[in-house]
Nanobody
Framework: QMHLVESGGGSVQAGESLRLSCAAS????????IGWFRQAPGKEREGLGVIYRSGGSTSYADSVKDRFTISQADDKMTVYLQMNSLNSADTAMYYCAAGPTATCTMKFNSRIITGVDFDYWGRGTQVTVSS
């Protein structure tokens, strides 16, 4: 059983930055893909980006690719989401999720990041941006 724990959320002013962390309890080919998502009240879940834990390659949603960066610790057990130039539209609950390598491959090929085929989800961390 894989466990994911997000942290690093909080309240910031518009224009500021935050780095979220996703701590994973394990690593295998079945959890080689980590995705970041967010959901604001009354809105659908939005996929932000994915990373292959094995090699570190990343892919992003067009809506955030110029401001958000996904990276990971050297031991691959923590994945980060660096968020810059935050604005009120970024206010949401942020989640990470894990799935097999094929999940990332599908997202890379389609360039569409959805929650489909992610098997494990964290409970989320809240980000609130004040203008």
């Amino acid at each position: 059983q894989m466990h994911l724990v997000e942290s690093g959320g909080g309240s910031v002013q518009a224009g500021e930055s935050l780095r979220l962390s996703c701590a994973a309890s394990g690593y295998s080919h079945m959890t080689n893909c980590i995705g970041w998502f967010r959901q604001a009240p009354g809105k659908e879940r939005e996929g932000l980006g994915v990373i292959y834990r094995s090699g570190g390659s990343t892919s992003y949603a067009d809506s955030v690719k110029d401001r958000f960066t996904i990276s990971q610790a050297d031991d691959k057990m923590t994945v980060y989401l660096q968020m810059n130039s935050l604005n009120s539209a970024d206010t949401a609950m942020y989640y990470c999720a894990a799935g097999p390598t094929a999940t990332c491959t599908m997202k890379f090929n389609s360039r569409i990041i959805t929650g489909v085929d992610f098997d494990y989800w964290g409970r989320g961390t809240q980000v609130t941006v004040s203008s």
